[in-house]
């Protein structure tokens, strides 16, 4: 098992960027798929980005392909989501995840170890 510390949320004006750290604890952090989720107000927890444990495969959700590129330090334990071009519905508590497995997740179901959650919140 891992224990994730998500970290790096805060408010941004829309069109600007934010990068989300998720530091793991444990010897296995590289065994590890981990995926990013986020959950605003009144709305089911959702998709974001995942990253296998090597970090040479990733896969986006449409509404932040293209804005957002996740990326991990195995030598570090933590991986990260660099978010630019923001939208106000970016708004969301953002989850990381993680799986200990070689292939990629999209379901929160799918992932059994998460983080506390880090606020971000885009104005317009």
């Known amino acids: 098992q891992v224990q994730l510390v998500e970290s790096g949320g805060g408010l941004v004006q829309a069109g600007g960027s934010l990068r989300l750290s998720c530091v793991a604890s444990?010897?296995?952090?590289?065994?590890?798929?981990m995926g990013w989720f986020r959950q605003a107000p009144g709305k089911e927890r959702e998709f974001v980005a995942v990253?296998?444990?090597?970090?040479?495969?990733?896969y986006y959700a449409d509404s932040v392909k293209g804005r957002f590129t996740i990326s991990r330090d195995n030598a570090k334990n933590t991986v990260y989501l660099q978010m630019t071009s923001m939208k106000p519905e970016d708004t969301a508590v953002y989850y990381c995840?993680?799986?200990?497995?070689?292939?990629?997740?999209?379901?929160?179901?799918?992932?059994?170890?998460w983080g506390q959650g880090t606020q971000v919140t885009v104005s317009s």
């Open positions: 990253i296998n444990w090597s970090g040479d495969r990733t």
């Open positions: 444990g010897r296995t952090f590289s065994s590890y798929a």
């Open positions: 995840a993680a799986r200990s497995t070689t292939s990629l997740y999209y379901t929160p179901r799918q992932y059994d170890q």
